[in-house]
């Protein structure tokens, strides 16, 4: 039988089995466009459940008072933005609703334009000032040695925000210079950086941490949620949604949904019809190796 | 001398960070506190030879016409206009802001979306039930997928008050095996570290001083 050549330049026999398992990767690239993009233009509206975790990154800032200091450190840079900026401008938004003053800074060079833009955005929604509202620390080089020092200062960690101006001169940091004055750090963190905030400002100081974290890394962050060294975390697009729910105020997380839903779905069926070609395969060799031995 | 002297500072600086975990002493505290600013120091210095490492690298391979050398007149194009960019109009503003907004965070966002079309191909391809463990595997990764998406929470039935969906099995893989597993590995991380710092504090490992210490 003349077979078809698949993407990988191999001449398949064109039964039902060969196709399943030879799936020419263009048609999944497209498959997968198709399913990204559809619920993006026709919303299906998938109902959204709140996880525990997320409900008690919630509730962590829900509790606070008006006035008080949380210190937000979004420690990611523009490739993963499309899954964490929603949970920070929902987390700005929570904070500048409470009338919560807000520390920022990050600790990769990346995300420096990403804090300016995003800290922008929030705050001219509520109509916050900088340097009374909220205070842009920059990015400091090593960020061990920055979550360390600054549980001794943040005024010598930082001299200078990122604007540089004298952090002793802003009137938020007039009161505010370790973590003893900080209510609550609030990490959104593409890389393992949500452990050593675990380690270095809760272990050492006893602050308390929730976290914002990419679908990947959630799973890694578990164990510190079910110790209780995590107040509460937020896993991924979907722990953005459940966030941007609990606020009352729908966003990119929730829109992104539906997307991933299909997409999810889509995969899954790719895997399933891989497996059931790969089966059937393997079941027709057995029996034709049965077969010839018999002969 | 040459490795001895390292070895010296290396325990007293290490001893020292042990220590200050202990102790309220001011004197200790002031040290600790000249370590920390020390370690952010040398970490900018890094970045320095980073990018002076990264500009030769690609200047040589220009200057050889090595292969992939147009690519390189882009990295060292990007490096140069970013860095003059923050120099002469400031971070804040100007031709770096926009490089950044338009430029550089597309690209990464590009590059990472690409990634769900790979994971696709790469999942369809990977995942084949080869063996009992690989279908083990297989069906946890299908179940954790469509259970961390709404399409999941929807998937399954109730008994009385109770539903058990896909969601729920994927909290229950994530909070039960995965959690045995993870906690396993971080034990193991936590004691290699341990004994690691132990070994370098009493100088008997020495790999960081380079060949021949």
Not at chain 1, 42 to 55: H, K, W
């Amino acid at each position: 039988m003349a077979g078809r050549r698949n993407d990988e330049g191999l001449r398949g026999t064109g039964r039902f089995q060969d196709i399943l398992v030879n799936l020419d990767r263009r048609i999944i690239f497209l498959a997968i466009a198709a399913a990204v993009a559809f619920p993006i233009l026709l919303p299906l509206n998938l109902p959204i459940q709140v996880s525990n975790e997320a409900r008690a990154y919630f509730e962590e800032i829900e509790r606070l008072s008006s006035g008080e200091v949380i210190l937000l450190s979004l420690d990611y840079e523009p490739d993963t933005m499309a899954e964490l900026d929603p949970m920070t401008l929902a987390t700005l938004r929570h904070a500048f609703r409470k009338d919560l003053r807000v520390v920022a800074m990050t600790t990769y060079a990346g995300g420096v334009g990403i804090v300016e833009r995003i800290l922008g955005e929030a705050s001219r929604e509520y109509g916050k000032a900088y340097g009374t509202d909220y205070v842009f620390l920059g990015y400091n080089p090593d960020w061990s040695a920055t979550m360390l020092r600054m549980g001794e200062s943040i005024k010598r960690t930082y001299p200078t925000d990122h604007y540089g101006r004298r952090t002793d001169e802003i009137p938020l940091l007039s009161e505010v210079d370790s973590y003893e004055q900080i209510a609550l750090v609030a990490t959104i963190a593409a890389s393992a950086l949500a452990e050593y905030w675990v380690i270095w400002a809760g272990g050492k100081y006893n602050e308390k941490i929730i976290t914002g974290n990419t679908a990947i890394q959630a799973v890694l962050i578990y164990p510190y949620y079910q110790t209780g060294q995590l107040s509460g975390f937020l896993g991924g697009l979907k722990g953005a949604a459940e966030y941007e729910r609990l606020i009352e105020r729908d966003g990119a997380g929730v829109r992104g949904m539906d997307a991933q839903s299909m997409a999810h779905l889509l995969i899954v069926c790719f895997i399933i019809a891989g497996n059931a070609g790969f089966l059937i395969q393997r079941r027709s060799q057995r029996r034709a190796r049965v077969g010839g031995g018999d002969a | 001398m040459k490795s001895t002297g390292p070895v010296i500072l290396g325990f007293l600086v290490g001893m020292l960070m042990f220590i200050q975990y202990f102790t309220p002493d001011k004197w200790i505290e002031a040290r600790y506190n000249n370590v920390l600013d020390w370690k952010q120091v040398v970490f900018g210095i890094t970045l320095i030879l980073g990018v002076v490492s990264l500009f030769l690298y690609h200047w040589r391979k220009i200057e050889k016409r090595e292969a992939g050398w147009l690519y390189s007149i882009v990295t060292v194009a990007g490096l140069l206009l970013m860095i003059a960019g923050a120099i002469a109009f400031s971070p804040q503003r100007g031709p770096y802001t926009w490089l950044f907004d338009y430029v550089q965070s597309p690209m990464q966002s590009t590059m990472f979306a690409l990634l769900a079309f790979y994971v696709a191909s790469a999942s369809y391809r990977a995942f084949r039930a080869r063996s009992f463990h690989a279908a083990l595997l297989l069906t946890a990764g299908v179940i954790v997928m469509l259970g961390r998406v709404p399409l999941g929470e929807l998937i399954g039935f109730s008994a009385g008050e109770k539903t058990y969906s896909l969601a729920t099995l994927s909290t229950w893989i994530l909070d039960y095996p995965n959690m045995a597993a993870k906690r396993g590995i971080m034990i193991g991380v936590g004691l290699g570290i341990t004994s690691t710092a132990i070994k370098i504090i009493v100088g008997i490992e020495r790999t960081y001083l380079g060949k021949g210490a």
